[in-house]
């Protein structure tokens, strides 16, 4: 049975705030081959788990606020100035690397560095490449993928995991996920993923990690299509448990959209609908579907994306994520240097994140749609 008949559907709920509605994960949907919709279908007992009334971390939303308190506000509006120079000065260093590699480069890559026009050979649905780690051609892919802002899948043929690697116990026991919110659990920046570790530093030998890696759990099932604020990174999103129905929209066709801003990042509005009716107005994306073991390889930050959960295909548990972000600067975003050198709420929102770093908090509860 494929990831798209097995996509949960989402019900609504009624303190969404002004970014629409949210949705639990309840049973399943189809995703149409021909046109990318999704309809709902009956439920599944064997993804049906018992859930609190209440999130067991902090809780982050519009409904919400940032979840802060005096001691964390506090601390915040110490951090808070560090934070907004260290963008700044981010910002001013990631133009001048940029620049000066299309100096030495000189177009590595087919369309590297230049969003300013649409690809004519392509339209509509795109499927993304998968190559085998023990036999990718990871010059090639630093030349054709990852400058020139294409994703592409590293999963082995015979299905064995990339990594041992599991979520903090502290986020995952007894599974009580608060339904409608993405749990986040932070680890260690120096964690080790083993081979998974080897495969991402041959695809970026001379960048190191943007963050501390971070592990995407919960009973959700889908955010609005957004990309990231912050500092330009790629992302290599790892897919322990659960499957995921994924959209990317490479770098020169989401840097025409007319996004809006939330607290993390830039989104269509209410495409976090079923019928991903945004997908229309799109010229081209791409599309995959996630299994377990396998590893997405795109710019977090310079291409729109959404994710769709589905259940384990063996046990029909929730999905369980990794996100290891590269400090890596490809086809970059004007608006999110914009952001990075004069938004004063992103500033604040990151100095919340530092602050759940220094406050050693084991997990943030996210609203799915707090976008």
């Known amino acids: 049975m494929s990831l798209s008949e097995l996509i949960f559907s989402i019900s609504a709920t009624p303190d969404s705030g002004p970014v629409g509605e949210q949705n639990s994960l309840k049973g399943r949907v189809k995703h149409s081959n021909e046109s990318s ?18 999130p067991q971390h902090r809780l982050v939303g519009f409904s919400t606020g940032l979840g802060g308190d005096l001691v964390r506000d506090a601390l915040a509006a110490i951090v808070a100035p560090f934070v907004a120079v260290s963008f700044i000065i981010m910002a001013a260093c990631e133009a001048v ?62 299905g064995k995991p990339l990594t041992a690697a599991k979520p903090p116990a502290a986020a995952t026991e007894g599974a009580d996920f608060a339904k409608d919110c993405i749990r986040v659990a932070p680890t260690h920046y120096l964690a ?47 897919l322990k448990k659960g499957t995921k129905d994924v959209i990317v929209a490479p770098p ?6 007319p996004l809006l801003k939330g607290l993390d990042g830039v989104y269509i509005p209410d495409s976090e609908d079923l019928t991903r009716a945004y997908l229309k107005d799109l010229p081209y994306y791409y599309h995959c579907e996630l299994t377990p ?22 046990d029909g548990s929730y999905p369980e994520a990794l996100s290891v972000r590269i400090k890596h600067t490809v ?15 992103m500033w604040w929102r990151f100095t919340g994140v530092v602050v759940n770093q220094i406050l050693c908090e084991p997990a943030e509860d996210r609203e799915a749609k707090y976008l």
């Open 37 to 54: 919709n999704v309809t709902a279908s009956s439920a599944s007992p064997a993804i049906e788990k018992k859930t609190p009334a209440k």
């Open 97 to 158: 690397v940029h620049y000066g590699r299309k100096i030495v480069l000189r177009r590595r890559a087919t369309n590297a560095y230049d969003v300013s026009k649409l690809r004519d050979d392509v339209e509509g649905k795109l499927e993304v490449d998968v190559f085998d780690p023990t036999e990718a051609d990871y010059d090639r892919l630093q030349r054709e993928y990852v400058e020139a802002g294409i994703p592409f899948i590293i999963k082995r043929k015979d």
């Open 293 to 314: 073991g396998a590893m997405l390889v795109f710019s977090n930050s310079s291409c729109l994306h959404q994710f769709m959960n589905g259940p384990d295909p063996v």
């Open 331 to 345: 086809t970059p975003s004007f608006r999110l240097w914009k952001h990075m050198t004069t938004d004063y709420a």
């Open 192 to 238: 080790n993923f083993d081979n998974l570790d080897g495969i991402v530093y041959h695809l970026f030998p001379y960048s190191m990690r943007a963050y501390w890696p971070i592990w995407f759990l919960g009973s959700y099932a889908q955010g609005k299509a957004h990309s990231d604020l912050g500092p330009h990174t790629m992302n290599c999103y790892y």
């Open 252 to 257: 020169e066709v989401t840097e025409r959209l």
